[in-house]
């Protein structure tokens, strides 16, 4: 999005009670250079900041407008609204002029650097309409702030991150991707030019493929990663075989079908780390339904994940687990718990079919 606070839809899920996100206005996802070759996009510092380039983007330590923050093309103003990198315009075309030897020129001549983060066990809790500890007001969003100052789902959305930076850089994906799109536009594009003269689209094909996806793979997977100037992303997640899943506390003879639950934990966290990305693994259970698990899907160390068949019913629940008591819970079809006080037997997959140890 090009903003961290709007450019979303807000969708309220009758069924489960739930509200889910839904960005929209993401043609900028891939960056805002003007043009090719690392000169500075006219509004952000795409690619070259830390500010920008963080997993923890939009947060209230990474707000989107910076004020009194170097940049490789000048110092952040601090009105909202202008462009806060109105540098001198030899700084503005230092990239071009002189890259650093082996760092490419819309990475900035300068090595990224990086504030240290406030202690994770007493977050910041930026308040509504507060200023933000860097940055302009208003320009940070209170949900994602709330998302990464809280440890569970905070290790949540880094291994799903990690999970689709080796799928898409790691595997080189994004890169095939882009080529076949290209294949298939270039020749319209270029027809669509000799009329308009607004381009063939071949100038953001080089920006795509020669700068942004080597750039940022290499952030992800290297910078970000462990051993990387800044290790916020966890390692690389083990194969599934090396993985196992435990029962947790049910509840499937609740007088109330409505209220009953099964739960999952992590068991092995010491072959898979503290935390396994389950997006599109199955629980299947024998004579039943299945459920696939969805994107997103991540078990952390020490954190259940309780199944249900009905999520309003299991918040009305007067004993724990229930409202208000911050736990994760996914609605699950009807038939996949036990009825009542009988046996059930389960079979978990991973993504690609293979068997998960379930115990």
Known sequence: MDRCTKNFNVYYNPDTAEWIRIPWDVEASMGQDNTLGGSPGDLWCILACEQWNSPLYCDSEHAQDISGINTPWGQGLTAVGLNPFQGSATGRRSLAQAPVAGRLNAEGNKPLTFRK??????????????RSVIGAPGTFNHLTDAIFDVTATRIMYLRRLRTLADKYYGQN?????????????????????????????????????????????????????PGGANPLLPAAQVPSSSVVIGWGPSDSSSSSKQQAFVSLQLSSPGGSGDSVDISGWKLARQGGPSFTFPSGTVLVKDVTLHLSENVKGFRSRSSSPKAGEAAFVLQVPPGLLPDGGSGASWTLTDDQGAAVKLE
């Not at 983060?117 to 507060?130: E, I, M």
């Not at 920006?207 to 793979?217: A, L, M, W």
């Open 117 to 130: 983060p406030d202690d994770w066990s007493n977050p910041d809790r930026v308040q509504y309409g507060s």
């Open 173 to 225: 994906r994004l890169r095939q991707m882009a080529d076949a799109l290209y294949t298939k536009i270039q020749p319209v594009a270029a027809l669509d030019n000799t009329v308009w003269q607004r381009g063939d689209g071949s100038r953001g094909y080089k920006q795509i493929t020669t700068e942004f996806i080597p750039i940022r793979g290499k952030q992800l997977l290297e910078t970000y990663a």
